[in-house]
């Protein structure tokens, strides 16, 4: 029996892309899940129709996680339709957007994982896990330069990253463990589509300096594998293309 039969998992952002390929990988090891969109609610429920056709359990909740009150509703529809929280997937990002203020990347990377981390950790179950999701160009930001048009979400993220590990001592006394998953950019997804746009190649020169860049579906497979791996609390998971990072921060 998997370890996720019988548990709970809240997944941010899981509409589309990574979320929605974790979301389904989860499912399928027999978790509910909670489906979590800000807009596109048709898009949402494809995802829940989904995973319920494959037998799954899920619903969606419209929430915007910069907003605490959409926040803690996401968290307590875990308890209210499937009975408890196990399992927290931080996967919403963004910040490349030119429509939602200049303080939107650090709302939303920052400020609105700590304020799902908070709502959580009010209902997460003992022995439960928190998986942040971030890239490599935020997690070495400090050290290795990334893009001009990506630097304002990449420190975002980070700072998320810092907020969070912070908080592991806070975690581990109510006997929740806390993974980072840190992955290179993903072909297909919107943040890579978006940057590509705006620096013309930006894709293939990641491609190349990394040998090969992750899909959606092969990166949500390592983020759901991190659900229940066996691994310390505070664990960093570096998904593919990270060599050349160490290589840099060591150089």
Same mark, same amino acid.
């Given at each position: 029996m998997s370890a996720l039969a019988g548990k709970t998992a809240v997944v941010t952002g899981s509409s589309r892309g990574v979320g929605a390929a974790t979301a389904k990988l989860l499912a399928d090891q027999g978790a509910a899940v909670v489906i979590n969109y800000r807009q596109k609610a048709p898009r949402a429920k494809k995802v829940v129709a989904e995973i319920e056709a494959a037998g799954g359990k899920a619903v969606a909740v419209g929430a915007d996680l910069t907003e605490a009150e959409g926040v803690d509703t996401?968290?307590?529809?875990?308890?209210?339709?499937?009975?408890?929280?196990?399992?927290?997937?931080?996967?919403?990002?963004?910040?490349?957007?030119?429509?939602?203020? %200049?303080?939107? !990347?650090?709302?939303?990377?920052?400020? @609105?994982?700590? #304020?799902?981390? =908070?709502?959580?950790? *009010?209902?997460?179950?003992?022995?439960?896990r928190v998986v942040f999701v971030t890239s490599h160009q935020a997690h070495f930001i400090d050290d290795v330069e990334t893009m001009p048009e990506y630097e304002q979400v990449a420190r975002s993220?980070?700072?998320?990253?810092?907020?969070?590990?912070?908080?592991?001592?806070?975690?581990?006394?109510?006997?929740?463990?806390?993974?980072?998953?840190?992955?290179?950019?993903?072909?297909?997804?919107?943040?890579?589509?978006?940057?590509?746009?705006?620096?013309?190649?930006?894709?293939?020169?990641?491609?190349?300096?990394?040998?090969?860049?992750?899909?959606? %579906?092969?990166? !949500?497979?390592?983020?759901?594998?991190? @659900?229940?791996? #066996?691994?310390? =609390?505070?664990?960093? *998971?570096l998904v593919g293309g990270a060599d050349d990072f160490l290589a840099r921060t060591q150089g």
């Open positions: 996401l968290m307590q529809t875990a308890i209210d339709t499937f009975g408890s929280l196990d399992l927290l997937v931080l996967n919403a990002s963004g910040g490349m957007e030119a429509d939602l203020g %200049e303080d939107y !990347a650090m709302r939303l990377n920052r400020d @609105a994982q700590n #304020d799902a981390l =908070t709502a959580g950790l *009010e209902r997460l179950s003992t022995g439960g993220k980070n700072a998320g990253e810092k907020a969070l590990t912070a908080r592991i001592g806070e975690m581990s006394e109510k006997g929740i463990s806390f993974v980072v998953v840190s992955g290179d950019m993903i072909e297909g997804t919107v943040t890579a589509t978006l940057l590509n746009r705006a620096r013309p190649g930006a894709l293939e020169e990641r491609r190349e300096a990394a040998g090969k860049l992750y899909s959606v %579906e092969e990166f !949500a497979a390592e983020v759901a594998a991190m @659900a229940t791996a #066996d691994v310390e =609390t505070g664990h960093v *998971e």
